[in-house]
């Protein structure tokens, strides 16, 4: 199946700092989309990636899909208590399942 | 606008017990999902109906059965729990197309003593 490793597994930061998770595939990806879990609640879809060196923003969030389609990050810009929960990325492959995998999820603790 | 439903919330079984949790949800979605969610291990896929009618093994069958009622309804049973079965479960449900979202239920917090 698809190989997934997200990175770091947990951050710790205080609020106001910036934080980022990166999301590394073995393979050339189709797409790659972004969840957002907070403590005690489900996954929500955040956004989705499809082209190369595709940048996206959500107000302090933003999203890159690598050049070569193999790698995606997630930045989020000073921090708040708000962004609190664990970030997965969910990616498919090229000519593979239309079922996504998810990786093991980055867990973001911010500090006040 | 109640999205994907899962009931129970919680639930506290013994080692050998049978229970089917349950799932629906009302978007008309074909496709729908369950996952298993442990510490450090992100989401597992258990099984999945791409659409009513069908269903598939995942990453992590083995212990478990599935019922594609209706387009509506997907049940997960666990025909005889294990300790190793203590898991958070996850119904998803999506369009079942590529570059579709998965859509997800609240979640089943169970414990296996």
């Known amino acids: 199946g698809q190989q997934v490793m997200q990175i770091p597994q947990y951050q710790h930061v205080q609020e106001g700092e910036d934080f980022t998770t990166y999301c590394n595939s073995s393979?050339?990806?189709?797409?790659i989309q972004w969840y957002k879990q907070r403590p005690g609640g489900h996954p929500v879809f955040l956004i989705q990636?499809?082209?190369?060196?595709e940048v996206k923003k959500q107000k302090r969030l933003t999203f890159q899909f690598g050049e070569a389609k193999k790698n995606s990050s997630l930045h989020i810009t000073a921090t708040q208590t708000t962004d609190v929960g664990t970030y997965f990325c969910?990616?498919?492959?090229?000519?593979?399942?239309?079922?996504?995998?998810f990786g093991r999820g980055t867990s973001l603790i911010v500090h006040p | 606008n109640a999205g994907v439903t899962q009931t129970p919330k919680f639930q506290v079984l013994k080692t050998g017990q049978s229970m089917t949790l349950q799932c629906a949800q009302d978007?008309?979605?074909?496709?729908m999902y369950w996952y298993r969610q442990d510490p450090g291990m992100g989401l597992r896929l258990i099984y999945y109906?791409?659409?009513?009618?069908?269903?598939d093994k995942g990453e992590v069958p083995n212990g478990y059965n599935v019922s594609r009622l209706n387009k509506r309804e997907f049940s997960l049973r666990l025909e005889s729990a294990a300790p190793s079965q203590t898991s958070v479960y996850f119904c998803?449900?999506?369009?079942?197309?590529?570059?579709?979202?998965?859509?997800f239920g609240d979640g089943t917090r169970l414990s296996i003593l």
């Open positions: 998803a449900s999506s369009e079942g197309r590529a570059n579709q979202p998965q859509h």
């Open positions: 393979t050339t990806l189709s797409n």
């Open positions: 990636l499809v082209k190369s060196g």
């Open positions: 969910a990616l498919r492959g090229i000519g593979g399942s239309y079922i996504p995998t």
């Open positions: 978007m008309n979605h074909n496709s």
């Open positions: 109906s791409a659409s009513e009618g069908t269903t």
